[in-house]
């Protein structure tokens, strides 16, 4: 008697386990997209993850998965690091550049300009503007008032200059 085929769902049932186990991690770390940079953008942004700090803001440096040079994580609540984005549309949003868009705002933190998104969830996104590679910076909610986001971009600051140069990215 041939199991499966009395079974149609024999075959699928093993098939997800083991699609959900590779999507899971051993130690339940953050899970998070790794961006695909252009030829251009992606030694920028494997540079940066050599600069990048062990700790930002107290927290300790705990990437998420897939391991990936183009993603960074500090762990407590996470805050996520991508490099190597497409630019956001709000980056050339006129309201934005006006101060007319409550839910962005441009600005600079030690010698990094950035883009700040508020998002409907209450978390925020921040991604690098006038730097040769689009670097995406995440926080949770808990993180996300002006002190912790300052704080945090304080920290990130330095490896930025030292492994972005100023300039124009890419326009994908």
């Known amino acids: 008697m041939n199991f499966f085929r009395h079974r149609p769902l024999g075959l699928i049932a093993p098939a997800l386990l083991i699609a959900v186990a590779g999507c899971s991690t051993a130690d339940d770390g953050t899970t998070v997209a790794a961006p695909r940079p252009d ?8 540079r ?10 107290g927290r300790h440096r705990d990437d998420p998965r897939p391991a990936s040079a183009y993603t960074a994580g500090w762990s407590g609540p996470a805050i996520i690091l991508r490099c190597g984005v497409v630019r956001p549309p ?14 962005a705002l441009a600005g600079g933190v030690d010698g990094v300009d950035w883009l700040m998104e508020k998002r409907d969830d209450g978390s925020s996104r921040f991604t690098t503007a006038n730097r040769r590679a689009y670097v995406e910076v995440t926080l ?16 990130l600051a330095p490896a930025v200059k030292k492994a972005i140069p100023e300039g124009i990215a890419s326009m994908r």
């Open 48 to 57: 940066l993850d050599e600069a990048l700090p062990g700790k930002v803001d």
């Open 140 to 155: 949770p909610k808990e993180l996300s008032g002006p002190d912790d986001s300052t704080a945090v971009l304080v920290d």
């Open 90 to 103: 709000k980056m050339t949003d006129p309201e934005v550049a006006q101060g007319h868009d409550p839910h």
């Open 39 to 46: 030829a251009r953008t992606a030694p920028l942004c494997r």
